[in-house]
């Protein structure tokens, strides 16, 4: 299996604080980089992972499920514990879908979490299936627009230049357990959602809000960026909440 150069993970080893990066839907551990050197800067260590049959090939992509995805970031968690005292989570997109199911369900293992655009809740769920449901039928390759919602357009997302309507639903399947396990999670939550996301509906983030029992919740609205808010205008605006808001918690 050949994993191409800038879709590797990585892991910038620093304090006792971690955070585990999950890249979305089609994308790789590229565009949490950024991010992830911004926290190794501020001595926080940063974990990017790369999710089972992302940035090789779409036919290793196709073999897998959700079930796959969850067992990637959950090594992912494993690794990092065995570095750190405090552990946190940072998910994009699809990534911030399963940053929500694994609190859900790994209630005691991290100090807080941070979804960014994350899909979640019934409405989000019943229009992405009834647009994608139609497609899996023949399964052919669709073009990966939703990669390109970027303001800045200097910015190349890499991932996958096109999706299958079939995975797409094994990200349903994923988003549909977080909503369904929202209300267990307690731990420190900051939301971060754009104003101007095109991909995922920006009320979204005010579901989750609503959804989590978490007694420290935050929600973080970004101005300028559209959907791929790590590496778009707004990212270091990103970086910087992120940063106080792990700081803050795990003092």
Known sequence: MHVRPNAKGFFLKRGQIGCLLLHGGTGTPSVMRPMGQFLAEKGIS??????????????????????????????????????CKDVFIAGLSMGGALTLY??????????????????????????????????????????????????????????????????????????EKASDEISAIKCPVLIIQAKNDHVVNPRTADWIYEHVSSDQKELLWLESSYHMATIDVDKEIVFREVVDFIFKVAE
Request: hydrophobic content about 35%; overall charge neutral; proline content about 7%.
């Open 46 to 83: 940063a974990l990017g992972k790369r999710l089972k049959g992302f940035g090789t090939s779409p036919e290793d992509w196709l073999k897998t499920t959700h079930l796959d995805w969850i067992l990637s970031a959950e090594e992912g968690i494993s690794k990092l514990e065995h570095h």
């Open 102 to 175: 694994l609190a859900a369900k790994h209630q005691n293992r991290f100090t807080g979490i941070i979804p960014i655009c994350a899909p979640a809740g019934p409405s989000f769920l019943s229009g992405f299936r009834k647009r994608f449901q139609p497609l899996a039928k023949e399964d052919e390759a669709q073009p990966n627009v939703g990669a390109n919602d970027i303001k800045d357009q200097s910015v190349k997302p890499g991932g996958y230049s096109h999706f299958y309507p079939s995975l797409f639903l094994e990200w349903a399947d994923l988003v």
